[in-house]
């Protein structure tokens, strides 16, 4: 497709389980950013991608949470023993060129909306 | 700390009416701003964005924003709303990473 895209668009699992979220970028973007955003706040930034590595992971919480880009296209978040605070949307997005030259414009997908019961 | 500030959570406006949506971002951040909008059921869309040079930058849609330097503030405007500009609009600026730090985010709500 010509734009970004997320799957699942809803995900309801229960604490403790294991959650993997999938971005599908827009084809030959080469930076690739995970946000999460929870009711009334903006995006948090979790982990941004420049081809198949992560080149700031600073915002990811802590150590359940790691996500993988092993071939610079397709990136998959993935959430270990997961915790009611998790529930959240996660969007990703993407870019054409490198953070500090694409500038800010970024191509979001509609983003998964996981509930953690 | 780096922050942008949207005061506003919702701001109620009739149809035809000036709208203006407040940001405020803090010294430390950059002076990179940018606005995206939401509309129903999409994904966040750039709107405008300032980097250098005039202070005032027009978007799509009819927006505009102005970038104040002694006010530390970027704030989106549009001389006269649409029913389709009902959205939740976002301000951004960029940290010394380059990466986006994110407003709140303010609700337009268009009464007919």
């Known amino acids: 497709g010509a734009g970004v895209s997320q799957t699942p668009s809803n995900k309801v699992t229960e604490k403790g389980k294991y959650v993997e979220l999938r971005c599908d970028p827009i084809?030959?973007?080469?930076?690739l950013y995970w946000y999460r955003q929870s009711l009334g706040q903006g995006p948090e930034f979790l982990i941004y991608?420049?081809?198949?590595?992560?080149?700031?992971d600073s915002g990811l919480p802590n150590d359940r949470f790691f996500a993988v880009r092993p071939e610079g296209s397709v990136s998959t978040l993935k959430i270990q023993r997961t915790e009611r605070g998790d529930s959240a949307v996660y969007l990703c997005?993407?870019?054409?060129?490198?953070?500090?030259?694409?500038?800010?414009?970024?191509?979001f997908g509609e983003g998964s909306r996981l509930t953690v019961l | 700390a780096q922050s942008v500030t949207q005061l506003d959570s919702q701001v109620p406006v009739f149809e035809e009416a000036p709208v203006e949506l407040r940001c405020n971002y803090s010294?430390?951040?950059?002076?990179?701003l940018f606005w995206y909008v939401q509309y129903p059921n999409q994904g966040l869309q750039l709107l405008l964005k300032?980097?250098?040079?005039s202070t005032l930058v027009k978007g799509i849609n009819g927006f505009e924003a102005e970038f104040n330097k002694s006010q530390t503030s970027f704030h989106l405007r549009k001389p006269s709303v649409h029913i389709s500009d009902t959205a939740e609009y976002f301000c951004?600026?960029?940290?010394?990473?380059?990466?986006?730090?994110w407003g709140a985010g303010t609700k337009l709500i268009i009464k007919p």
């Open positions: 991608f420049q081809g198949t590595g992560a080149a700031d």
């Open positions: 951004a600026g960029m940290d010394s990473n380059y990466q986006l730090i």
């Open positions: 084809s030959g973007h080469t930076a």
């Open positions: 010294s430390s951040v950059s002076v990179y």
């Open positions: 300032y980097l250098s040079g």
């Open positions: 997005a993407s870019s054409l060129t490198s953070a500090r030259r694409g500038a800010g414009e970024l191509f």
